[in-house]
Each structure stands twice: as structure tokens, then as C-alpha cells.
């Protein structure tokens, strides 16, 4: 079962468009899509071809009442082709999704301290080239100065 913010995804419309479409259209839907104080809204499939159906209708200018009298034929609409997982996150696809991330993340670290470490012998070596060529610049100095 979807919540109101799946619905809305799927759809391509506000959760706001999805409660005035259950409040007006509430006699073709499950009790569970009908909010109650305190509860939140859930989405059976019958729900989703019912939301379908309004979608389709209104996509194409329909009024709330033909949309209401189709409803009433038993008409129904077909629910669009998604990738479930893209409005679906669930915790354990969330958690796979994050560990996988930090998982990234470490590796990336280690590459990362390794690179520092290279780094940091470079710059040693560089400083002891750097010292040696200073050193030999002051010997060559003094050698022209006494010629």
C-alpha cells in the first residue's frame, strides 16, 4: 500500500490534487485511503486504478462529474508502467542504498590517505633536492667570488 506522497509521485501531482481527489471521490475508494484523524492514508491497488482513472479523466478536462458517473460504471484506469523502487523506499532499500554509499565512501577515504601518503613523500623528496640544490648554488657563489 502506497501513502498519499507515493500516489501523488506517481502520478505526477501534488499531494494536495490526491486529498480533494479522495474527499470528492471517496465512495470509490477503501476506507484506507480515506484519511481519519490522526491516521495517514493508504493506497490498496483498487485505490490506484480508481486514482487512475481520475487522472487520466482530468488530464484530459473532464468534469469531477463524469468523472464521478464513469466511476460509478465500474470503470477503471490501468495504472502506469514505473519502477516501483523509484516511488517505493522502504527502510531496508533505503539502508542497502546508504550502506552501499558508505561503503563508496570508504574506499574513497583509503584511496584518498594513500594518495596523501604519496603526497607527503614527494614533498620530502622534493625538500631534499631542493636543500642539496641550495647548497650547491651557495659552493658554486663562493667559487665565483674567489676567481
Partial sequence: MLKTSQVAKLFKVSPMTIGRWVETFSAYLSHTAQSTSGTERRFSESDLETISLIADMRGQGNEF???????GTGRRGILPQVDTLSIVKSPANTELALSKQIAE????????????ELLKEQLADTQ???????AENAVLKSKIGQG
Wanted: net charge negative; aromatic share 4%.
Fill in 65 to 71: 462529474d463524469l468523472i464521478a458517473a464513469t466511476l
Fill in 105 to 116: 565512501l570508504r574506499d574513497e577515504l583509503h584511496s584518498s590517505n594513500g594518495q596523501v
Fill in 128 to 134: 631534499y633536492r631542493l636543500e642539496r640544490l641550495i
